[in-house]
């Protein structure tokens, strides 16, 4: 069973950059058959997309946060990565990390989420 | 950009039947999957593929989507069945949400 573990500061000053890491146990994060995203809820909102990363490389990120944001992958930790610079008191949020198998050439529903994992932006 | 519509809450009684719709442009011609979130808790898939359940969820559970609409329909609604449900679809790349429905069984 394939579970995804979120981590990081809690807790990042406005200006300064978000780390967040996404650990993968039990399964393969090195299987072309998934995409490993990035997922984040607003206190009391609905659910925003941030981007996601391939085994190939391949990525791609919202228009909304692009400029400012890098999602990487390490395979040999079988881990995935946010970076987001610049924060601002908006980026605070929940932020999930879930799986979404490859589908007819894109992308099928997220079937493994992370307990997600509350940043908040603030000095 | 792409949106999808929800109704901000739905009430049903125990037992009934409740539907919860996600609208939007030409919706049909893509694929919608549902998800359920509980306080507290993080999201779970309930419906992908318009209407396939993943292993482990209710048969109560079922989806339909077609034109502009895709629905969410929970037969014989249990009390465990009130949370909030986002449905989904992609849009170029972009995974798109709708901005969620509460069901509060009453």
């Known amino acids: 069973q394939v579970q995804l573990q979120e981590s990081g500061p809690g807790l990042v000053k406005p200006s300064q950059t978000l780390s967040l890491t996404c650990t993968v146990s039990?399964?393969?994060?090195?299987?072309?058959?998934?995409?490993w995203n990035w997922i984040r809820q607003h206190p009391g909102r609905g659910l925003e997309y941030i981007g996601y990363?391939?085994?190939?490389?391949?990525?791609f990120y919202s228009p909304s946060l692009k400029s400012r944001l890098t999602i990487s992958l390490d395979t040999s930790k079988k881990q995935f990565h946010l970076k987001l610079i610049s924060v601002t008191a908006a980026d605070t949020a929940i932020y999930y990390c879930?799986?979404?198998?490859?589908?007819?050439?894109?992308?099928?529903?997220?079937?493994?989420w992370g307990q997600g994992t509350m940043v908040t932006v603030s000095s | 950009s792409y949106d999808l519509t929800q109704p901000p809450s739905v009430s049903v009684s125990p037992g009934q039947t409740a539907s919860i719709t996600c609208s939007g442009s030409?919706?049909?011609?893509?694929?919608a999957c549902w998800y359920q979130q509980k306080p507290g808790q993080s999201p779970v898939l309930i419906i992908y593929?318009?209407?396939k359940r993943p292993s482990g969820v209710p048969e109560r559970f079922s989806g339909s989507n077609s034109g502009n609409t895709a629905t969410l329909t929970i037969s014989g609604t249990q009390a465990m069945d009130e949370a909030d449900y986002y449905c989904?679809?992609?849009?170029?790349?972009?995974?798109?949400f709708g901005g969620g429905t509460k069901l509060a069984v009453l």
């Open positions: 989904q679809a992609w849009d170029s790349s972009t995974a798109v």
């Open positions: 039990g399964g393969s994060i090195s299987s072309g058959t998934f995409y």
């Open positions: 593929q318009d209407n």
């Open positions: 030409e919706l049909g011609n893509k694929f």
């Open positions: 990363i391939h085994y190939s490389g391949s990525s």
């Open positions: 879930a799986r979404a198998p490859q589908f007819r050439g894109g992308l099928d529903a997220f079937d493994v």
